[in-house]
């Protein structure tokens, strides 16, 4: 509704993972080269971790995307709610490979006997678990057990570990010395630095139709605004800028003020923690993002937004 207002042809700030949008700095150019080279060189296990929205499934659609122009064989697994048979039946599904056995030990047979011809046709097999942070053990101890399958110097099967912190913190446990051993690349997502946050704006801005001579639609101070209360995860600088534009459009405020920003961020509770600067603050804050409570909060604010698209209900409208 906001689109001619701003002279938009669609929506910049949708939450799906759009690889148009893809936003490069050299932080995630560098984590894209390695995850990558680490599949091209056969390395076995890569992990990605990162925090809550920070753009680890944008980056691994990035890779499949990839990887499909390479013609790989590619299995996506983001359920990680399954136990160890159920795993294999996954990852057999998605790698297409028809097999009527239940057994664990056939099922294991024929996976290899696959993976031996596509290695031999040059071809390379890449297994992603999205999501992983909530793997049991045994599923975790099945999946180390997947890089035996090896000729006497390759890895047969790429397998790239993709989840929240908290993964990593699993993976530093003592029961899972083992798997840890097995990573050969490690690989990060981080928060937008401001000015990051600036030109991941103005990028998607841009690419939905903005142009260079175009008077701005947010205000330098309003992007200020939208790292503070964001901290630079992408997932919360599209919430903030998507809402702001809906509540600018209903002002007719052009560009758009640093209060309109922090009005949504009252709105959606994320001036609970102060957002100041501090590395302390910022520490609590990346916590919150983290915790179910700020995630419910966020699913109910966007409910009541969607229940009451054209006026929703603001708390802390003033
Ligand atoms: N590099 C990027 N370029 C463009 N958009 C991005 C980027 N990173 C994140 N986003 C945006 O932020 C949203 C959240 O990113 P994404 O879903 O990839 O995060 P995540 O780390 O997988 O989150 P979760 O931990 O909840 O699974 C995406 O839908 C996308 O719109
Ligand atoms: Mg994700």
Not at 205 to 217: E, K
Request: net charge neutral.
């Amino acid at each position: 509704m906001y689109k001619r207002f701003f002279g938009l042809r669609e929506s910049p700030f949708n939450v799906s993972p759009d690889p148009r949008y893809l936003f490069l700095t050299k932080q995630i150019e560098e984590t894209l080269t390695a995850l990558m080279y680490g599949i091209q060189t056969r390395k076995g296990i890569l992990t990605l971790t990162g925090e809550v929205g920070t753009g680890k499934t944008t980056l691994i659609n990035r890779v499949l995307d990839w990887l499909n122009q390479r013609a790989a064989k590619t299995a996506f697994l983001f359920n990680s709610r399954m136990n160890s048979s159920q795993l294999f039946d996954f990852v057999l599904a998605e790698f297409d490979i028809p097999c009527e056995l239940r057994s664990k030990s056939q099922q294991l047979m024929k996976l290899n006997h696959w993976l031996l011809e596509r290695y031999r046709a040059g071809e390379t097999a890449v297994l992603i678990l999205d999501e992983a942070q909530n793997l049991t053990f045994p599923v975790l101890e099945e999946i180390r057990l997947l890089t035996n399958l090896e000729t006497s110097g390759e890895k047969l099967l790429q397998i790239v570990v993709s989840g929240q912190s908290e993964l990593e913190e699993k993976l530093n446990l003592p029961q899972l010395r083992q798997f840890r051993q097995r990573i050969m690349i490690r690989c990060k997502t981080n928060h937008l630095t401001k000015e990051e946050t600036h030109a991941y704006i103005v990028e998607r801005l841009r690419i939905a139709g903005v142009g260079p001579s175009n008077q701005p639609i947010f205000s330098q101070a309003a992007m200020d605004t939208v790292h503070l209360y964001s901290l630079g995860v992408p997932r919360v600088v599209n919430l903030l800028c998507e809402h702001s534009l809906i509540n600018a459009y209903v002002e007719h405020e052009r560009p758009i003020l640093p209060k309109t920003v922090e009005d949504i961020a009252h709105e959606f509770q994320l001036d609970v923690v102060e957002p100041t600067a501090s590395p302390e603050s910022l520490q609590t804050s990346a916590e919150l993002y983290n915790s179910e409570a700020f995630i419910q909060n966020l699913g109910e604010a966007l409910f009541r937004f969607r229940m009451f698209p054209q006026n929703p209900p603001l708390r802390g409208r003033k």
